[in-house]
């Protein structure tokens, strides 16, 4: 953690390092790296982080909840220093709020909020911002020093990488789970194709023609025409075939099988 003006920059990057091997799951992560970022600078700011979903701007995880008040003023009237962060992927300060005639609309809101300063980094990955980090400060106007700038500059580009790393993660953990469902209903299907197969005589090839005609005639997805031919010929409904496989291997290992 950050504790004064003093802390060297190693320090501040090492606390990154030590998040990304202290947190269990993703959430904690991306939380802890908003607490962590807003005591990078002293006294601590709020902090939110923003990035895109849907091609719109959003509040991915902030440290306290008036730093999610603050970047949802920006995004619900289209204008401030994240958004400005983040389209162009400059770094933008507002020394004093008060002062400040950038974003008018904005401006006044962050006013009755309390901001009396902000800073906003955008987060670089492969030369395009993917996000940005916004700091909030309400102790008093120019209240940022270089020291605060550069920690939280070098923290900012440590940050971004984490990001992206996060969001490979949940892309990584989203095709699993669409290659878990793909290899269920192929399960379901093949189970389907053998029992047409005893019950019309015929192929493969012909089984699976039978069921896709019914599927497309009906409007109704190939795996769940298979589910009901196999529900109404045994009464139950069909079972992963690989739960089979795995109460087989633990049975030979020495394992319990799964009632």
């Not at 005639?101 to 670089?124: C, H, N, Q």
């Not at 309400?138 to 440590?158: G, I």
């Not at 990488?161 to 993660?169: H, V, Y």
């Amino acid at each position: 953690m950050v504790e004064d003006e003093g802390t060297p920059l190693v320090d501040v990057l090492s606390s990154l390092h030590s998040l990304l091997l202290s947190c269990p799951g993703l959430e904690d992560l991306l939380a802890k790296l908003a607490e962590v970022a807003a005591k990078v600078v002293e006294p601590p700011a709020s902090c939110g982080i923003t990035t895109r979903y849907d091609g719109q701007p959003r509040t991915l995880v902030t440290s306290d909840s008036r730093a999610a008040l603050i970047d949802e003023q920006q995004y619900s009237l289209g204008e401030g220093p994240c958004l400005e962060a983040l389209q162009k992927g400059v770094v933008v300060e507002v020394v004093d709020q008060a002062r400040d005639r950038r974003w008018g609309r904005y401006g006044d809101a962050a006013r009755e909020l309390g901001v009396k300063a902000s800073l906003a980094f955008p987060l670089i990955v492969d030369g395009r911002p993917i996000g940005a980090l916004n700091l909030y400060a309400y102790d008093r106007p120019n209240t940022f020093t270089d020291a605060d700038r550069e920690r939280a500059a070098a923290y900012a580009e440590q940050a971004a990488t984490t990001l992206a790393f996060a969001a490979g993660a949940v892309r990584q953990s989203e095709l699993s789970e669409q290659l878990e469902r793909a290899l269920a209903s192929r399960s379901v299907i093949d189970q389907a194709l053998g029992v047409l197969m005893g019950q019309q005589r015929c192929d493969a090839k012909t089984a699976f023609d039978l069921l896709r005609r019914h599927s497309q005639h009906n409007n109704r997805k190939l795996r769940r025409v298979a589910a009901d031919l196999i529900t109404r010929l045994t009464g139950q409904p069909p079972v992963d075939s690989r739960v089979f496989e795995s109460d087989s291997e633990d049975s030979l290992s020495g394992g319990d099988a799964r009632t």
